[in-house]
């Protein structure tokens, strides 16, 4: 199995500007984590999905943040407009179940200048 | 109290010794608790898992669960340097949610 993929590795882009983070998840897990990672706050769920449908996401910071997963192979994080203090390491996690192992892709480095 | 707490370190070992990192957690979770080790500049990758008291062994690595005391350990036997990394001590909640510590920040002295 190729693991958990993501897209973009590195994003560099303006304040103001739109963002979009790509996720495919393990074949067969049937849940999918956003976390967001800073030096400051450590590793943060953003929001998770249950058989595609969003299932908490307490953790979205503001409206900026939206997240997406049409299909079972598929989601994505945006952020419209950017701004500096959203500069992290984006990561997206997959699992069978929310209370087991959980499986991180390589990690989306987004810088807002 | 925060759901996870994990001593920042940095700890420092020589190769060879045992090293260990300890973890505790609140009462808000109570499910099951992983370990996964993160190098710099890396993602984290899943080391061990335990969901019941007692200890659990894999190869260098042994997690221990006192649900009592609410604190998970991790020990790793015979240190090497590429065990250097950060470890971060991980627990699910009720609602099904992975609460992470802030890691330890461990070094294997060669």
């Known amino acids: 199995d190729a693991g958990v993929i993501q897209s973009p590795r590195h994003e560099v882009t303006e304040m103001g500007q739109e963002v979009t983070l790509r996720c495919k998840p393990i074949?067969?897990?049937?849940?999918l984590f956003w976390y967001r990672q800073t030096m400051m706050r450590g590793l943060e769920l953003l929001i998770y999905f249950n058989n595609n449908v969003p299932i908490d996401d307490s953790g979205m910071p503001e409206d900026r943040f939206s997240a997406k997963m049409p299909n079972a192979s598929f989601s994505t994080l945006k952020i419209q407009p950017s701004e500096p203090r959203d500069s992290a390491v984006y990561f997206c996690?997959?699992?069978?179940?929310?209370?087991?192992?959980?499986?991180f892709g390589p990690g989306t480095r987004l810088t807002v200048t | 109290q925060k759901e996870v707490e994990q001593n920042s370190g940095p700890l420092s070992v020589p190769e060879g010794a045992i090293a260990s990192l300890n973890c505790t957690y609140s009462?808000?979770?109570?499910?099951?608790f992983f370990w996964y080790r993160q190098y710099s500049g890396k993602s984290p990758e899943l080391i061990m898992s335990?969901?019941?008291?007692g200890d659990k062994e894999d190869g260098r690595f042994t997690a221990q669960l006192n649900k009592a005391s609410q604190y998970v350990s991790l020990l790793i036997r015979d240190s090497q340097p590429s065990d250097s990394a950060t470890y971060l001590c991980?627990?699910?909640?009720?609602?099904?949610?992975?609460?992470f510590g802030q890691g330890t920040e461990l070094s294997v002295k060669p």
């Open positions: 996690a997959s699992s069978l179940d929310p209370s087991y192992e959980q499986y």
């Open positions: 009462d808000r979770v109570s499910q099951s």
């Open positions: 074949s067969g897990h049937d849940y």
């Open positions: 991980a627990a699910s909640n009720q609602g099904g949610k992975l609460i």
């Open positions: 335990i969901y019941s008291n």
